[in-house]
């Protein structure tokens, strides 16, 4: 992200953004306010968007409940939002007005690891919980930090699943390359996959960094064709993985697998690629099953609905998480009996119920750690390949040359 300084004209254009945003319903004295910024322009709009409309659908369904029950009263939820226009610098600075300035109650997290990385540092400081559902890196849990949590599994086991599958395939895969971005979600992925694919015996004939937010991928795919790589595993954000899959096609270098650690269990990621997002792995926390209740929606399947009616798009597991962010928040408060923050913020240490996203229960940094299912895009459609009890649907696999498919 870019260091530049942010200017007072920016800093005005995107509070008033926010302002206008929950102008129709602004705070009385008794709400409780959630505060949180969230990329809703620049290069991942497209996923930050995902959290605002998760919180905001959660709010809305809890306040339609009744609210928030704190010890005798019940409380309605308002949120405060700011767009930090994926700038992480912004981000800080906007979180620490929502803490300083705007006196918010509690915060809920952005998108992106290093952002959550960066704005846990103000919600530490100031001793407000922040509930993110954004930021996987295990360096964002590994500094012993008391107010920030988390509802993605940690990133260094985000390939876990695919390998135990790898293992399966017919013919398998022999040789390995781990692609993976520069930013601290990416490196934490790399980290966690290595001794993964040693101890199960694959060859990584590749191990390579790439700068986030890259463009061209034509030097990493020539690499992959020369050393004739059986299976590649991209560990980075849904723009570059667009751009790899398109660049694969052009060159028309195929191997045996790809899987990628986003895009694929997005509606957008499908839509963009067409019929070239076939026979793509991915992995995904959540599936929008009937079988995970809660007490706000009914079951992940009623979430995923009323969703998709009011935002006209799919949720995928950011959306879920970022719903079971509002959700550990509201939990917690009813647990402690009150708004303090210490007092919440040892409720979420200690808390355990049934979301939408599946069973919240942090460990003692602060995260969670929901199984990942292997997913594979087939015929433009998503299918579970395989989970926690072994094969679910069978792959697609070999994947077949770009002109004959």
Same mark, same amino acid.
């Given at each position: 992200?870019?260091?530049?300084?942010?200017s007072?004209?920016?800093?005005?254009?995107a509070?008033?953004?926010?302002v206008?945003?929950?102008?129709?319903n602004?705070?009385?004295?008794?709400?409780?306010?959630?505060?949180?910024?969230?990329?809703?322009?620049?290069?991942?709009?497209?996923?930050?968007?995902?959290?605002?409309?998760?919180?905001?659908?959660?709010?809305?369904?809890?306040?339609?409940?009744g609210?928030?029950?704190?010890?005798n009263?019940?409380?309605?939820?308002?949120?405060?939002?700011?767009?930090?226009?994926?700038?992480?610098?912004?981000?800080?600075?906007?979180?620490?007005?929502?803490?300083?300035?705007?006196?918010?109650?509690?915060?809920?997290?952005?998108?992106?690891?290093?952002?959550?990385l960066?704005?846990?540092?103000?919600?530490?400081?100031?001793?407000?919980?922040?509930?993110?559902?954004?930021?996987?890196?295990?360096?964002?849990?590994?500094?012993?930090?008391?107010?920030?949590?988390?509802?993605?599994?940690?990133?260094?086991?985000?390939?876990?699943?695919?390998?135990?599958?790898?293992?399966?395939?017919?013919?398998?895969?022999?040789?390995?390359?781990?692609?993976?971005?520069?930013?601290?979600?990416?490196v934490?992925?790399?980290?966690g996959?290595?001794?993964?694919?040693?101890?199960?015996?694959?060859?990584?004939?590749?191990?390579?960094?790439?700068?986030?937010?890259?463009?061209?991928?034509?030097?990493?795919?020539?690499?992959?064709?020369?050393?004739?790589?059986?299976?590649?595993?991209?560990?980075?954000?849904?723009?570059?993985?667009?751009?790899?899959?398109?660049?694969?096609?052009?060159?028309?270098?195929?191997p045996?697998?790809?899987?990628?650690?986003?895009?694929?269990?997005?509606?957008?990621?499908?839509?963009?690629?067409?019929?070239?997002?076939?026979?793509?792995?991915?992995?995904?926390?959540?599936?929008?099953?009937?079988?995970? *209740?809660? /007490?706000?929606?009914?079951? +992940?399947? @009623? &979430? $995923? #609905?009323? =969703?998709?009616?009011?935002?006209?798009?799919?949720?995928?597991?950011h959306?879920?998480?970022?719903?079971?962010?509002?959700?550990?928040?509201?939990?917690?408060?009813?647990?402690?009996?009150?708004?303090?923050?210490a *007092?919440? /913020?040892?409720?979420?240490? +200690?808390? @355990? &119920? $049934? #979301?939408? =996203?599946?069973?919240?229960?942090?460990?003692?940094?602060g995260?969670?750690?929901?199984?990942?299912?292997?997913?594979?895009?087939?015929?433009?459609?998503?299918?579970?390949?395989?989970?926690?009890?072994?094969?679910?649907?069978?792959?697609?696999?070999?994947?077949?040359?770009?002109?004959?498919?």
């Amino acid at each position: 992200m870019s260091n530049r300084l942010i200017s007072k004209k920016t800093l005005i254009a995107a509070a008033s953004a926010a302002v206008l945003a929950f102008a129709a319903n602004p705070a009385t004295a008794k709400d409780i306010v959630f505060g949180a910024s969230v990329q809703l322009t620049g290069p991942v709009a497209n996923t930050g968007r995902y959290y605002r409309d998760a919180y905001e659908l959660a709010v809305e369904k809890i306040n339609a409940a009744g609210g928030v029950k704190v010890g005798n009263e019940k409380r309605k939820v308002v949120l405060k939002i700011y767009d930090n226009q994926s700038d992480v610098n912004l981000s800080v600075r906007q979180y620490t007005q929502l803490v300083s300035q705007d006196k918010v109650d509690f915060l809920l997290g952005p998108f992106a690891s290093n952002f959550a990385l960066a704005d846990s540092a103000v919600s530490e400081k100031y001793k407000i919980p922040m509930v993110q559902g954004g930021g996987a890196s295990d360096q964002i849990f590994a500094r012993k930090f008391k107010y920030i949590f988390g509802t993605l599994a940690p990133a260094s086991n985000y390939f876990g699943s695919t390998i135990d599958m790898m293992k399966g395939l017919k013919p398998a895969p022999k040789s390995v390359a781990l692609l993976y971005a520069d930013d601290s979600f990416d490196v934490s992925v790399a980290d966690g996959t290595r001794p993964k694919l040693k101890a199960a015996g694959f060859d990584v004939v590749m191990d390579e960094r790439y700068s986030t937010n890259a463009t061209d991928f034509n030097s990493l795919l020539s690499q992959i064709r020369s050393k004739n790589v059986d299976a590649v595993l991209v560990a980075g954000h849904e723009t570059e993985i667009l751009n790899f899959v398109r660049q694969a096609k052009s060159l028309t270098v195929a191997p045996k697998m790809y899987s990628f650690t986003v895009g694929v269990p997005s509606e957008d990621f499908r839509k963009a690629l067409g019929k070239d997002a076939d026979y793509a792995f991915g992995m995904t926390a959540w599936l929008p099953s009937a079988d995970l *209740k809660d /007490r706000w929606f009914g079951d +992940a399947a @009623k &979430f $995923e #609905s009323e =969703y998709k009616a009011k935002f006209n798009y799919e949720p995928d597991y950011h959306a879920a998480s970022g719903a079971a962010d509002v959700e550990a928040l509201v939990q917690a408060i009813e647990d402690a009996g009150s708004t303090d923050p210490a *007092k919440v /913020r040892d409720a979420l240490a +200690a808390v @355990k &119920f $049934e #979301s939408i =996203y599946g069973p919240i229960a942090f460990a003692a940094n602060g995260q969670i750690d929901l199984p990942q299912t292997v997913i594979q895009v087939q015929g433009e459609k998503l299918v579970a390949i395989y989970g926690t009890k072994g094969a679910i649907n069978p792959p697609k696999y070999p994947m077949p040359a770009w002109n004959a498919r």
